[in-house]
């Protein structure tokens, strides 16, 4: 039987086993890695200091970038402005199938992180009252393709609703506004407006929420694999900290977001960091979001979305311990 106390221990120990230096570390003088409130355990690494204490060694410096949402986060792999992104697993999918070359290496999490929102008084109860509605989204993120996926079950496509396309922070203020008659809802700010502004989750369907995963680039995985398991060890070490000592989870998050702690208590229940091994679990889940858009006309018919997929996930990287 796992007790918590092993789970903890096997975690820092495959972390520390993937650690040792490496010769091709002295051809990278920094490291970029992007820092997300939609990714808890990152924001641990990042506070930690974690990955400047691996690297010191080297002499490579860490430099993190904010991603607003998992479209930027690919924005940024795709010009080569980091060398580690995270996106939701559906998000990669389509980044992959528009000619990102990304390789998807890691598990943050497996979250409840979207869901259509709306505000008490617009009389929005189910999808099917979305016809002519506007609807706040960003792009090419969990969110998006989650809003795609439950109008196409209900019959509905984009003809049928004015999407109104903003990042996710601004979807949240349009909805406060009453620009918009709901939000495609990314947490925290979407506990944020649950807990705050008395928002509405009218459709709920955690099945339809992709894993979060960490990309690094095709180039830089083949170039550098070792410095990828490092990576990958360092989030580990953040992940055994996070299990081990949820309170700082719930810090670092506040601490990031500027939010209270009554949202940050909501998003974390929703958010499972139990595991981190990328493998067959998340290619069904990536691969039946696939199909579904592809069924809903937003992914070209012509387009093989399994061996996309098994193109997009790297196992080799993966860590040991599950």
Known sequence: MVTFRSLVLGLTAVALSLSPATSNAAEISELRIDWATYNPV????????ILEKEFEKDGITIRWVQSAGSNKALEFLNS????FGSTA?????????????????YVYSRPEW??????????IDDISDLKGKRIAVTRGTDPHIFLERALADSGLTEKDVTL???QHADGKLALQRGDVDAWAGLDP?????????GARLFYRKPENNTWGVLNTSETFSLEHPAIVNRVIAAYEKARA????HPEELRDVLIEATKLPESVIAKQIERTDISRSRIGAEQAETIISAGLALQKAGIIASDVDVKAIAGKLIDISFAPTNQ
């Not at 979207?114 to 009389?123: K, M």
């Not at 900290?241 to 081990?244: P, V």
């Open 42 to 49: 990152g924001l641990l690494l990042k506070k930690q200091g």
């Open 80 to 83: 080569g402005s980091i060398d």
């Open 89 to 105: 697993g559906a998000a990669a999918l389509l980044g992959r199938i528009n000619g990102n070359p990304i390789k998807s290496v």
């Open 114 to 123: 979207t869901a259509l929102v709306t505000r008490p008084d617009t009389g």
């Open 164 to 166: 109104v396309l903003l």
């Open 189 to 197: 700010l979407m506990a944020a407006a649950e807990v705050e502004d």
């Open 241 to 244: 900290e996070a299990i081990a």
